[in-house]
């Protein structure tokens, strides 16, 4: 399965790409608020460090201007992704920006049915939101498992990014579940690195080390 951050922290970016853990970055307006910096500015920084796809999200809701938005996105960098809001517009700008060869990520997904137009559409990516599911009482990794299903049984060329990701044990589901991509929250990905008995296990063997070293 593929990790994509999401974030629009340059340099925490910079940091898990020279890790090669970075395979793609999504973003939304809310993490390029956090950013405290311009959307293209911050955006062709990140196109430079990361060789996989970037996800752009703007704000048209008529098919039209949400194309003319995603081809102003889609001139900053080749590895540009154009995200699309889940609605009838946004569905009908997907296949004008598929036609004109522009990638598209089709973000705030929540039914399985919605799923199903995203890929009939033939969006390059569907963005379903686990964490917001969680947040209401359903299960979002529910919803996972049932859209790979579907889309294996009529081979849709969608990929599924897991978004609104709230802990390590949802991106080792969204694997087990056969996800394309995880994207995945800076904190999130700090979390995946440890566990207590690894830290006091290092410490252990350090001090065993030292000892050790004293005696010989
Ligand atoms: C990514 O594409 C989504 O915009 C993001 O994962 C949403 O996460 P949130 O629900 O934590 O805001």
């Known amino acids: 399965m593929k990790i994509f951050l999401d974030t629009a922290d340059a340099a925490k970016i910079k940091k898990y790409a020279e890790m090669g853990m970075v395979d793609g970055v999504t973003t939304n307006p809310t993490l390029i608020l956090k950013s405290g910096r311009r959307q293209e500015d911050v955006t062709k ?11 752009a999200e703007g704000n048209a809701e008529k098919a039209e201007d949400i194309v003319k938005e995603g081809e102003v996105f889609a001139s900053w960098a080749k590895n540009i992704v154009v995200k699309v809001p889940m609605t009838p517009e946004g569905l009908k700008a997907v296949r004008v920006l598929s ?38 009482g359903e299960d979002g990794m529910a919803l996972i498992e049932e859209i790979m299903r579907m889309y294996k049984n009529y081979g849709f060329k969608t990929q599924v990014i897991v978004a609104s990701v709230r802990s390590s044990a949802h991106v080792v589901r969204a694997a087990a579940a056969g996800a394309d991509i995880a994207t995945v929250p800076v904190n999130i990905m700090d979390e995946m690195f440890t566990h207590k008995l690894t830290d006091a296990g290092i410490r252990k063997f350090h001090d065993d080390w030292e000892a050790a070293k004293k005696k010989a």
């Open 45 to 55: 920084e990140i196109c430079k460090m990361v060789d996989g796809p970037v996800s």
């Open 99 to 136: 036609k004109k060869g522009i990638k598209t990520n089709v973000t705030l997904v929540f039914t399985s049915a919605q799923a199903l137009l995203v890929a009939k559409a033939g969006a390059t990516y569907v963005s379903p939101f686990v964490g917001r599911l969680d947040d209401i």
